[in-house]
């Protein structure tokens, strides 16, 4: 007669191991997705660090030196870096726009609003803030360049060439191609 009690109290201890394995990986899952988003913005900090590092090592070159900036720090899921001029304004050309939107379409109204940033990563609404627009020091676009100018980061990496310039008697660092 005992035996019978102990066949009814078996489906409960399954159902509450199925529900402990459930949790367990809900969780697991949930954690490792915090730690690759934690993961990609680092890498998205260390571009712009290296970046900036890179753009004071130029500055300080003699006037029209140049030096190729190449980095694979940034995750795929960024698809291009945008250098903005906000005394050039931006582009009122429809083409030019429609560029900017098949960028990304938030990308026109965040140079818009900047007050002063000069980097953008596209697209914008990737990562939290302070993502994704960022000033650098001394980073200027050159008279006569595209204005925002963009660079697709592919597979491999991102390729920027910096130099240095006189505009007005002070030395700034220009993007170009």
């Known amino acids: 007669m005992r035996k019978r009690g102990q066949l009814l ?3 409960l201890v399954y159902i509450a191991m199925a529900l402990f394995m459930a949790l367990v990986l809900y969780f697991g ?9 934690a993961k990609e913005i680092t890498e ?5 660090l290296d970046f900036e590092n890179e753009v004071e090592v130029v500055y300080n070159y ?4 140049a030096k190729r900036f190449r980095s694979a720090a940034l995750p795929q899921k960024v698809t291009h870096v945008c250098f903005y ?13 429609n560029e900017l939107n098949l960028i990304d379409p938030e990308l026109y109204y965040y140079m818009d609003t900047s007050l002063k940033e000069n980097l953008f990563l596209a697209p914008v609404g ?11 020091e001394n ?9 925002p100018l963009c660079f697709k980061n592919t597979r491999s990496d ?20």
């Open 85 to 97: 001029d906000k005394a050039k304004g931006l582009p009122v050309l429809q083409g030019e726009i």
């Open 126 to 136: 990737i990562y939290n803030a302070p993502y994704p627009d960022y000033y650098i």
């Open 62 to 65: 003699d006037i029209g030196s």
């Open 139 to 147: 980073l200027k676009l050159k008279d006569g360049s595209k204005n």
């Open 44 to 48: 998205v900090s260390k571009f712009v």
């Open 9 to 11: 109290g078996m489906p």
């Open 29 to 37: 899952f949930n954690s490792l997705a915090k730690i690759n988003k």
């Open 158 to 177: 991102v390729e920027i060439i910096l130099e240095t310039y006189l505009e007005d008697k002070e030395i700034f660092v220009g993007v170009r191609e």
